[in-house]
């Protein structure tokens, strides 16, 4: 069973202007998803900041989003850490904290060898219970995990069940589907991390994407999925490409960038950025506006 189908958000972590957290506009931004048919929430990753989070922190918004949302769809932790122990650590308290799952990011900067991925992975993995989802963005990390890398996890790790694919490879990620297919009976739940390749993905036999343009428009996303999973192919297609324009704006400058600027837009106040990101440029703001109306969002 999946941990989720559909459209999870990676969801941006709000402040307020002095940096810290803003517990109060979180709980707002919660309720909007859950709202806007999000099917599960992802806390704690790339687009919420989570490299420049104190551990306390970290911890704390995983919590507190897990309190706000009170079982109505899962929520997923971003716990992944270029050190083995910090992220068995912070898988141990998202857990605790009642994570229905957990999100890994492989670890970045060591660039680890694929044994070296196994061992680590496998060793978050026997620390914890709940389900795991690895997170394959060498854009990023520096690493890709490669798909007989990610089917000897999830062979050997009962409860490692799948990856976001973020990596823009559909030959690695249909050579993953065909490893999965051999050596799995198929089980495997593989989601999109990029918003421009929802379609492409599910079409592969992906079960669903964890999106950053459902901070702002979570219904569309959701929409998207629905549409495809009832069979209606063509609406989510037509749904993918019209999302385009919007989808590369929102990656004209680096992931959350953006995205927070497209937030404020809406009047969200979502925040400043926490350093070293800085604020958008004010030329890529004026096309990303122009995107967000023409995607009917202003």
Do not use: W
Not at 22 to 48: F, P, R, V, W
Not at 153 to 173: H, M, P, Q, T, Y
Not at 268 to 280: A, H
């Amino acid at each position: 069973m999946a941990i989720f189908t559909g459209s999870g958000v990676a969801l941006i972590t709000p402040f307020h202007e002095d940096g810290s957290v803003n517990y109060e506009k979180l709980a707002e931004i919660l309720e909007e998803q859950i709202a806007g048919g999000t099917d599960c929430i992802i806390a704690c990753g790339t687009t919420g900041e989570a490299s420049t989070l104190t551990h306390e922190e970290h911890i704390e918004v995983i919590r507190y989003t897990c309190e706000v949302v009170n079982h109505r769809i899962p929520v997923i932790a971003g716990t992944g850490s270029n050190c083995t122990q910090t992220a068995i650590y912070l898988s141990q308290e998202a857990e605790k904290a009642g994570a229905d799952g957990l999100l890994l990011v492989s670890p970045y900067y060591n660039k680890a060898t694929q044994n070296g991925l196994i061992a680590h992975f496998s060793a978050i993995a026997k620390s914890v219970h709940i389900p795991i989802l690895l997170y394959n963005i060498p854009g990023r990390t520096g690493v890709n995990i490669k798909p007989q890398t990610i089917v000897t996890l999830v062979k050997e790790n009962e409860n490692i069940v799948g990856v976001k694919e973020a990596s823009g490879d559909f030959s690695a990620i249909a050579e993953l589907m065909s490893l999965a297919k051999q050596q799995l009976n198929g089980e495997i739940d593989v989601y999109s991390g990029n918003d421009n390749q929802i379609v492409p993905i599910l079409s592969l036999g992906g079960k669903g994407v964890i999106s950053v343009l459902s901070n702002i428009a979570p219904d569309k996303v959701h929409e998207m999925c629905a549409a495809y999973f009832r069979g209606d192919v063509a609406k989510s297609t037509q749904m993918q490409i019209e999302a385009i324009p919007l989808v590369n704006a929102l990656f004209c400058e680096v992931n959350p960038i953006p995205v927070k600027a497209a937030m404020n837009l809406m009047g969200k106040e979502t925040g400043p950025m926490r350093m070293p990101l800085t604020e958008m440029e004010e030329k890529n703001q004026q096309v990303l506006k122009a995107e967000m109306e023409a995607y009917g969002l202003l």
